[in-house]
Each structure stands twice: as structure tokens, then as C-alpha cells.
């Protein structure tokens, strides 16, 4: 499993350097983070205790779906789900569609955090 690149910049710099890359302004670097936080504090919400400990079960169990998970966590199917799809927007969690289910996958559980104080 790959270590998951993560910048955090505050909004506006983001949407700045945004449209900077769209005018090709800025070039980004192969080593810059994929995925960005507005926060500290929005990256702690997503990377809370409970989130982590999801990815660590899906990458030490490998559960073939949704409700195999919510048994393993003791979480209720429904409140995983809305977890899942979040931690699946920022591109933690792949949701694989399997027949008439969904089987999550952790897509990391390594990450390096870039933060500059500006």
C-alpha cells in the first residue's frame, strides 16, 4: 500500500494556485500532495481515531462488503456508509462495486502530511 501524499493550504491559496495551474501559470511537481485540507483541523475530522481505525481494518481483514465491515467495527451500515463515501471523496477509500454490493478497500493507511506556516 502507498504512502498517501497530503497538503494542507488554507482555502483561498488553494483556489489562488488552482486557477495558477489552470492559466499555466504553475507547473505542480510530481511529489506534490493529490489531495488538500483547507485545515488542520478539517484533516483531523477526516483522519479522526475512528476513520483510522477503519482503514486499519479494511487493510488487515479485507472485507468483501459493507456489512462485513460494520460487523468488524461494530458501527452501524448506515453510519459506515456515509463514512465510507467521505473517506472515499478524499481518495482513501475505494468503493468497489461487487454484484449488488459494495466492497471497501483502503487505499492508504501510510501518510505524509505537508503543512507551511505561512
Do not use: C
Given at each position: 500500500?502507498?504512502?498517501?501524499?497530503?497538503?494542507?493550504?488554507?482555502?483561498?491559496?488553494?483556489?489562488?494556485?488552482?486557477?495558477?495551474?489552470?492559466?499555466?501559470?504553475i507547473v505542480p511537481a510530481r511529489n506534490e500532495p493529490k489531495i488538500w485540507?483547507?485545515?488542520?483541523?478539517?484533516?483531523?475530522?477526516?483522519?479522526?481515531?475512528?476513520?483510522?481505525?477503519?482503514?486499519?481494518?479494511?487493510?488487515?481483514?479485507?472485507?468483501?462488503?459493507?456489512?462485513?465491515?460494520?460487523?468488524?467495527?461494530?458501527?452501524?451500515?448506515?453510519?459506515?456508509?456515509?463514512?465510507?463515501?467521505?473517506?472515499e471523496r478524499y481518495g482513501l477509500v475505494e468503493l468497489k462495486r461487487k454484484?449488488?454490493?459494495?466492497?471497501?478497500?483502503a487505499k492508504a493507511t501510510t501518510f505524509d502530511i505537508q503543512y507551511a506556516?505561512?
Amino acid at each position: 500500500m502507498s504512502k498517501l501524499k497530503i497538503g494542507i493550504m488554507p482555502r483561498d491559496q488553494f483556489q489562488r494556485r488552482t486557477l495558477d495551474i489552470a492559466a499555466g501559470k504553475i507547473v505542480p511537481a510530481r511529489n506534490e500532495p493529490k489531495i488538500w485540507f483547507s485545515s488542520l483541523k478539517s484533516l483531523s475530522q477526516v483522519l479522526s481515531e475512528n476513520n483510522v481505525r477503519l482503514l486499519k481494518l479494511m487493510e488487515q481483514h479485507n472485507p468483501e462488503t459493507l456489512n462485513d465491515l460494520a460487523l468488524l467495527s461494530g458501527r452501524q451500515p448506515s453510519n459506515l456508509s456515509r463514512t465510507l463515501k467521505t473517506l472515499e471523496r478524499y481518495g482513501l477509500v475505494e468503493l468497489k462495486r461487487k454484484d449488488k454490493t459494495l466492497q471497501p478497500i483502503a487505499k492508504a493507511t501510510t501518510f505524509d502530511i505537508q503543512y507551511a506556516i505561512v
